[in-house]
């Protein structure tokens, strides 16, 4: 890397190492994002819940100098950093923040890849998710939200009532 931006990036982990990467990390003073919703465990009695993360394998970091990228790189458990060509992807604050916002304020979230229809692109200017740059789209026969995480080409689709949200067109 000739030219450092500081920022937030996104490292690929092996397989379930996602938790303990961002432990690691966030012990050497880098800061983590690791997205996670809640889900039923494997109990029988189904009582059990449990965390998984919204996008397996991957964590994002926020990077403030070449240091930070080197310890990242060589931290247990992380397999390389996200590029495109040959060069790191920096992934934009506000996804970071759209994806925040869906995790804590929405329990019903589902990630999908490839074919999903985007609709008409909007900002949400009131309620929990006010600040939230999405798309509203037709999805299994309801309206839902959609944010596009196009680093990874995914889509976080939520079920909220868009009825009780101000909703400004973009």
């Known amino acids: 890397m000739s030219f450092f931006v500081a920022g937030w990036y996104l490292i690929y982990t092996k397989p379930r190492q996602e938790k303990k990467v961002a432990v690691q990390l966030s012990k050497s003073d880098i800061k983590t994002f690791l997205p996670v919703f809640k889900n039923k465990g494997h109990r ?8 998984t993360p919204l996008f397996p394998s991957y ?5 403030k100098s070449m240091t ?20 790191i992807t920096r992934v934009k604050d506000e996804v970071i923040q759209n994806i925040s916002m869906l995790v804590d304020n929405c329990p ?3 990630v999908l890849s490839g ?5 008409q ?4 200017e009131d309620g929990p998710l006010s600040g939230l740059s999405c798309e509203i789209a037709e999805h299994e026969g309801q309206q839902k939200v959609l944010v596009h995480v196009s680093v ?4 976080i689709v939520v079920n909220v009532s868009l009825n009780k949200y101000l909703i400004e067109m973009c």
């Not at 930070?68 to 060069?87: E, Q, R, S």
């Not at 692109?121 to 949400?124: A, D, E, G, L, Y």
């Open 44 to 51: 029988v009695d189904g009582k059990k819940l449990g965390f």
């Open 115 to 119: 074919n999903v229809h985007s609709g």
């Open 108 to 110: 019903d979230i589902t």
């Open 59 to 63: 964590v994002f970091v926020q990077l």
């Open 152 to 155: 990874l080409n995914l889509y």
């Open 68 to 87: 930070d990228y080197y310890t990242c790189a060589d931290t247990d458990g992380v397999i390389t950093y996200v590029k495109f060509g040959k060069k």
């Open 121 to 124: 692109k909007v900002r949400i």
